[in-house]
C-alpha cells in the first residue's frame, strides 16, 4: 500500500497514517494505563513543587530533542536585532552606547543613532537575552528559559484558580502551544518572558485576595515590573484589569497594594534611567524617539511599497496584509472595528486547534460566574486597547496568555460536567495533535514529514527564509581577520529585508554591516577600519552573493 494519497486504496496520505497512529496509540495507552495513570497525576498534580519543575523542564527536552534539525535560530527580523543589541548593550554594563562618528552606514530599522547608538526597545526581553548568554554562551538561552518558566507559572497561576488536575492539564496545554514548536521559543522577539509575567499578576490576585499578604503584593508588583519592563504599552491594561478586579475588596487590600504601589518604583526608576540614558530625556521613550525621527516603525511607510515577495516569514506578510488594509486615512470607529474584526482570526494562536471548541462553553461558564466573567472582559479589554496600535503581532497579547489557557480549562471543566467523555476525547485529540507535528519534526528529513509540514499548524520552527543569512554567515565565519562588509540592495529590494545590524561595540565586533552609500562615500568607512578585509553582500540576488572588494 502507498503512502500517497491517489495510490491507495482509501485515499489516505502519509499525514494521515500517522496522526491515526499516534492518536491510536495514545489512546489505547491512556485507556489501557488509566486506573494507575490518572492515581499517579492526580498525586503530582497536587505536588506544586515537583509539577511546576516537570513542566519547566518538559519544554526544554523537547525543543533540545530537535537540535539536529533544528539547531540554535539565527535572528532574520528587526525586532530580534533590536532586542539582541539591548542584550549586547547590557553585556557592555550600560543602558546606551556613544554614537558612531560615520553613524550614516549603519541606519537600520528600530536602531537609533542619535543622540545614542541604541535598540527602541525596553530592556526586559534583552535582559532576558543577555542573562541566558552569560549563562550558557547563547542568549537563545534566555528564550528558552523564559518558555519554561511561563509553562511553569501557568500552572502556578492556574492553581489559584480551578482544582489541582486541571492546572496540571492547562500547564501541559501550554507547553504544547507556545513550548518547542512555537514562535516564542524560536525567535528572539520576545512573548514567553511577558507571558510569565502576566502568570504573575493573574496568580496573585485571586490569593490577594483571599490573604491580603506582603508576599502576595510582591508577586504582583514582580509580574507587573516584569511587564513595565518588556510590554510598557500593555502594562497599562494589565494595571487596570487587575484593579477591576480587586475593586470589591478594596477598602481591605489597601495596606498590600500600598506595598505593590511601591515595588514598582524600581521598575520604573529603570525605565527612566533607560530613557535618560537613550534620548536625554527622563520621560521620552526611545520608541517615541525613533516614532519622531523615522516615523511609526514598520507602519506607514507599508504602503509606498510592493507586496512583500515569498521570502519574508509569515509574521512580516501578516504585518504587512494587516497595515496596509486599514491606513488608508484617519481612524475611525469603522475602521477600528474592521481592523479588530480582522485580527480576531489570528487569536487562534493562543490555542491548540481541537481546543477552539471549548471556547463556547468558557462563554457559558462566564454568564454564570464572575471570576470568569472578568476574565473575559480582560480579554476584551487588550484586544480592544491593542487594536489602537496600527500594526499587530502575537506578543502584543503576552500577557492574557495565561488566561486564553484558563478559558480554555474553563470550557473544558463546564464540557465535562455536560459530557465527561466527550472533554476526555478532546484532551486525547490535543496530546494527539501535538505529538502528530512534533513527531513530524522529529523525523524532519524524511519524505512524508517533508510532505505533511506543508500543512502545518505551527510556523516557529522556519525552513526558508533564514537559510539564506545562515548560509551568509557560514561563508564569513570561514574568512579569517576583521570584515567590513557593504551591503548593496537592487532597486527592487524589500524595504523590510534588512541586512545592517551590528553589535553594541561596532568598532570592535568581527564583522561590521554597512549600507553601500556609492563609492566616495564609502571611501571614509575604508579610511575608517584601514585594517579591515573588504567585502560586498549583494543579498537580493538568489541566493545571495558575497564577493571581495580589491578596490
Keep these: 500500500m502507498s503512502f500517497q494519497p491517489l495510490e491507495n486504496p482509501i485515499g489516505f496520505g502519509a499525514g494521515d497514517f500517522i496522526e491515526f497512529a499516534v492518536a491510536a496509540c495514545l489512546i489505547a495507552i491512556v485507556l489501557f494505563y488509566r486506573p494507575i495513570l490518572e492515581p499517579f497525576i492526580s498525586n503530582l498534580a497536587r505536588r506544586t513543587g515537583w509539577s511546576m519543575l516537570l513542566l519547566f523542564l518538559l519544554p526544554i527536552a523537547l525543543r533540545l530533542a530537535l537540535l539536529p534539525h533544528h539547531p540554535v535560530p539565527s535572528p532574520d527580523i528587526y525586532d530580534e536585532f533590536g532586542h539582541l543589541l539591548v542584550a549586547d548593550t547590557l553585556r557592555h554594563f550600560r543602558l546606551a552606547n556613544p554614537a558612531h562618528p560615520l553613524h550614516q552606514f549603519f541606519e537600520t530599522f528600530f536602531i537609533l ?10 530592556i526586559g526581553q534583552g535582559l532576558a537575552l543577555a542573562i541566558g548568554n552569560a549563562i550558557f554562551a547563547t542568549p537563545w538561552a534566555g528564550v528558552v528559559l523564559s518558555t519554561a518558566a511561563f509553562c511553569a507559572l501557568c500552572y502556578w497561576m492556574l492553581r489559584a484558580w480551578t482544582t489541582p488536575e486541571w492546572s496540571l492539564l492547562g500547564g501541559l496545554f501550554a507547553v504544547f502551544e507556545f513550548g518547542p514548536l512555537c514562535q516564542w521559543m524560536n525567535t528572539y522577539w520576545g512573548g514567553s518572558l511577558a507571558a510569565a509575567a502576566g502568570c504573575l499578576v493573574f496568580g496573585s490576585l485571586p490569593r490577594l485576595r483571599a490573604h491580603p499578604t506582603a508576599r502576595n503584593a510582591a508577586i504582583l508588583a514582580l509580574g507587573l515590573s516584569i511587564n513595565l519592563l ?8 494589565l494595571i487596570v484589569a487587575s484593579l477591576l478586579f480587586l475593586v470589591p475588596d478594596l477598602a481591605r487590600l489597601t495596606k498590600p497594594l500600598i506595598t505593590a504601589a511601591a515595588l514598582l518604583i524600581p521598575a520604573l526608576a529603570i525605565t527612566a534611567l533607560q530613557n535618560y540614558r537613550v534620548t536625554g530625556h527622563w520621560s521620552t521613550l526611545p520608541y517615541a524617539l525613533s516614532q519622531y525621527q523615522y ?36 481612524e475611525t470607529l469603522q ?29 457559558l461558564a462566564a454568564f454564570r460566574d464572575r471570576q470568569l466573567a472578568w476574565v473575559a472582559l480582560t480579554l476584551l479589554l487588550f484586544a480592544l486597547g491593542i487594536n489602537f ?85 557560514a561563508e564569513l565565519a570561514q574568512i579569517p581577520g576583521e570584515l567590513l562588509v557593504f551591503v548593496h540592495y537592487s532597486p527592487q529590494h524589500i524595504f523590510q ?48 552573493r558575497l564577493t571581495p572588494l580589491t578596490h
Design 113 to 122: 543613532q542619535q543622540p545614542t547608538y541604541s535598540s527602541i526597545y525596553p
Design 230 to 237: 518588556t510590554r510598557p504599552y500593555e502594562s497599562v491594561f
Design 295 to 330: 516615523g511609526v516603525p514598520a507602519a506607514l511607510t507599508f504602503q509606498s511599497k510592493p507586496a512583500p515577495h515569498n521570502d519574508l516569514t509569515r509574521e512580516q506578510r501578516l504585518e504587512y496584509q494587516t497595515q496596509l488594509a486599514f491606513q488608508s486615512g484617519p
Design 335 to 363: 475602521s477600528f472595528l474592521l481592523r479588530l474584526e480582522y485580527r480576531v482570526r489570528f487569536y487562534r494562536f493562543f490555542f491548540l486547534p481541537p481546543l477552539l471548541l471549548t471556547l463556547p462553553f468558557f462563554l
Design 389 to 473: 496600535f496600527p500594526a499587530f503581532q502575537f506578543h502584543y497579547l503576552a500577557a492574557v496568555t495565561c488566561l486564553f489557557v484558563l478559558a480554555t480549562i474553563a470550557g473544558l471543566q463546564r464540557l465535562a460536567r455536560l459530557s465527561p467523555d466527550a472533554a476526555r476525547y478532546l484532551i486525547y485529540l490535543s496530546i494527539a495533535w501535538f505529538a502528530f507535528w512534533y513527531t513530524l519534526h522529529v523525523f524532519d528529513t524524511r519524505d512524508f514529514s517533508q510532505a505533511v509540514r506543508a500543512y502545518e499548524t505551527w510556523n516557529g520552527l522556519n525552513h526558508r527564509n533564514p537559510e539564506r543569512r545562515i548560509v551568509v554567515n
Design 497 to 544: 529585508d534588512e541586512w545592517v545590524y551590528n553589535a553594541a561595540d561596532i568598532d570592535h565586533a568581527r564583522i561590521v554591516w554597512a549600507r553601500d552609500l556609492g563609492a566616495e562615500e564609502n571611501q571614509k568607512l575604508r579610511a575608517y577600519y584601514p585594517d579591515r578585509s573588504l567585502w560586498l553582500l549583494e543579498p537580493d540576488i538568489a541566493p545571495p
